[in-house]
């Protein structure tokens, strides 16, 4: 089911984009699909990719206070006692008696079947977590679960890092990793899936200092988005009221995106406090206090999670990105996606098929490959393959016509106001590595002309 806000990009033309184009299928869908799993295609697996990538780049790669992790999915039946969600980990549902839908008992009203109208049965308590079995015996003993959040991984990995990297406090994991929840509510597309993945941080730091940590991560996080193009209108910051903190926390902000079907949470940033480490101390029988050289003091540290969704972060960059602009040809659909997300960089596109034209366009192909993802396009009219790319949300086209053949030189166009500019081949690559690197449109590549177009 797919709800949707008047006035904002349509779900519907989206999800039809993400599969004609080769973004994102639903799962298995050859037998039918299987609810709430998708498929990244070609291009999703890139732009996801690429999210991955910004991600990692702007909390572990530009920090020193930051390391990254990679932890098992499987892990020790314990952990999920010990965290509270063999336990608490569940949501209410009831049962329609007449149409036998099921539904979560909050998101019903009038005590109701939201699809037929029938009487519903009592909620009952069903937990979230997808149980599996390690080895061949299928019984109690030998039950595990799915993950249904990385975080786990990294608070049982927190003595394992501290020795490893000698790290002081303050200092965070990072780890990007698929989690599993059985959702009873699914739908609008990939918002909320069974399968789906995490960017989740751990920030380890001394009791005290929480509150001046959660408040630099809760910018920090809010300021990614931003600076990866998302508007500022489609983005705002959403305080936990006391009663609705999960049992863990003694703080938190949602960073909420304006989806095409109304504000929904993105991302969560939390103050664990000491719960996660201080459990797993109780449950393993292990120390996991830090000792802090300058002061000679022993305590368990605080920590603060911001914790995002990989999968929802895509539906946000790709509703932002969704434009549609009336010309002469009809209809203009434009993802204007960042550059650092956009799935291909560079489109290289020959005027013709003219055998002429063709051993020059895959030299430059060729070589542009070896720095970016690069599509080559050489069927139809030019106008209409610079169309598919501005679907797509390529944002150069570089094109090679009959004078590229005597005056070296082709034309780069660019996506978002479809300017073009004339550059020297022996410049192409470096001014396709500035411009991507945003480097202003008006600094001209030595030996370039003028952008046809530019105005401002
Ligand atoms: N470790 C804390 C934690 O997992 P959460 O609010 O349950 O907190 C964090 O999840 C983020 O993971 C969410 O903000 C969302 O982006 C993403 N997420 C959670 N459940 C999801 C689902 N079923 N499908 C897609 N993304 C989901």
Not at 252 to 259: L, Q, S, T
Not at 264 to 282: C, I, M, P, W, Y
Not at 317 to 343: N, Q, S, T
């Amino acid at each position: 089911m797919v709800e949707q806000i008047p006035g904002k990009v349509d779900m519907d033309k989206l999800v039809s984009l993400c599969k004609r184009r080769g973004y994102i299928f639903p799962s298995s869908e050859i037998y039918g699909g299987l609810g709430a799993c998708y498929d990244y295609g070609p291009l999703g697996v890139e732009l996801k990719n690429n999210v991955k990538k910004a991600w990692w780049k702007a909390v572990v790669q530009e920090r020193d206070d930051m390391v990254g992790l990679d932890a098992s999915i499987l892990m020790h039946p314990q952990v999920w006692v010990a965290s509270g969600h063999v336990e608490g980990f569940a949501d209410p549902l009831v049962d329609c008696k007449q149409c036998k839908q099921r539904w979560r008992a909050d998101q019903v009203r009038d005590g109701k079947c939201p699809a037929c109208g029938g009487e519903l049965t009592e909620p009952r308590m069903f937990n979230l977590m997808f149980k599996t079995f390690v080895g061949p015996v299928e019984d109690e003993a030998s039950v595990v679960y799915l993950r249904p959040e990385t975080a786990q991984g990294i608070f049982v990995n927190f003595p394992n890092v501290l020795n490893a990297t000698r790290k002081k406090l303050p200092f965070g994991i990072a780890q990007i990793g698929k989690s599993f929840r059985n959702e009873i509510t699914t739908g609008n597309f990939i918002f909320r899936m069974r399968e789906f993945e995490q960017m989740e941080i751990e920030y380890f730091v001394k009791p005290g200092t929480d509150e001046r940590w959660f408040k630099h991560w809760v910018g920090e996080r809010f300021n990614w988005y931003i600076n990866l193009g998302i508007k500022k209108d489609n983005l705002r910051l959403r305080h936990h009221s006391k009663d609705e903190l999960a049992h863990y926390a003694l703080d938190c902000y949602d960073i909420e995106y304006f989806f095409p079907m109304g504000w929904s949470e993105l991302e969560g940033v939390a103050n664990r406090t000491d719960f996660d480490l201080k459990q797993h101390s109780k449950f393993s029988g292990k120390d996991l206090s830090y000792f802090d050289e300058e002061t000679k003091e022993r305590f368990v540290p605080y920590v603060i999670e911001p914790s995002a969704g990989v999968d929802r972060s895509v539906l946000a960059f790709l509703a932002d990105a969704y434009d549609e602009e009336k010309d002469k040809e009809g209809l203009r659909v434009v993802l204007r996606l960042h550059y650092d997300l956009a799935p291909v960089k560079v489109a290289v596109l020959p005027l013709s098929r003219n055998e002429k034209l063709i051993p020059l366009s895959k030299k430059i192909y060729d070589s542009l490959r070896r720095c970016w993802m690069v599509q080559y396009d050489d069927a139809q009219s030019i106008g209409r393959r610079y169309r598919r790319q501005d679907e797509v949300g390529t944002p150069f086209c570089v094109t090679i016509d009959f004078q590229s053949l005597e005056d070296n030189m082709v034309t780069i166009r660019e996506r978002d106001k479809m300017r073009q500019i004339r550059v020297p081949i022996e410049s192409l690559t470096e001014t396709l590595e500035a411009k991507l690197s945003g480097e202003p449109l008006d600094v001209l590549p030595p030996g370039g002309k003028k952008w046809l177009g530019f105005e401002e």
